[in-house]
């Protein structure tokens, strides 16, 4: 599964960005859908994730309240709109997709993640 992740670009502290995430020719009703990110230097970490049918989401204690995740199942796409960005936002972001049973599983965890995207550059000005 190719994922294909895009929206991210240079802000100033306090702004707001929209991140997409989507699979040509796949239909993403099917997948639950993690963001994802990494900071030159530092691990990889969890950002938020949505369930296949949109009811269940996690974020990390960080964006919440920040960033929200949605999903339109119609147009095979996932979105992480963020606002309130600050300079510590700074990352490549990735979306990460797997397939599931359950319509309202949630997961966090990468290493349960089998498709990831390229990525996208999110850098936010102090």
């Known amino acids: 599964v190719q994922l294909q992740a895009s929206g991210g670009g240079l802000v100033q502290a306090g702004g707001s960005l929209r991140l997409s995430c989507v699979a040509p020719g796949r239909t993403v009703s099917n997948y639950c859908v993690g963001w994802y990110r990494q900071a030159p230097g530092k691990e990889r970490e969890f950002v938020a994730a949505?369930?296949?049918?949109?009811?269940?989401?996690a974020y990390a204690d960080s964006v919440q309240g920040r960033f929200t995740i949605s999903r339109d199942n119609t147009a095979n796409t996932v979105h992480l709109r963020m606002d309130s960005l600050k300079p510590e936002d700074t990352a490549v972001y990735y979306c990460a997709a797997q397939i599931v049973f359950r319509p309202s599983e949630v997961r966090v965890d990468g290493s349960r993640y089998d498709y990831w995207g390229q990525g996208t550059q999110v850098t936010v000005s102090s």
């Open positions: 949505i369930s296949r049918n949109g009811d269940s989401t």
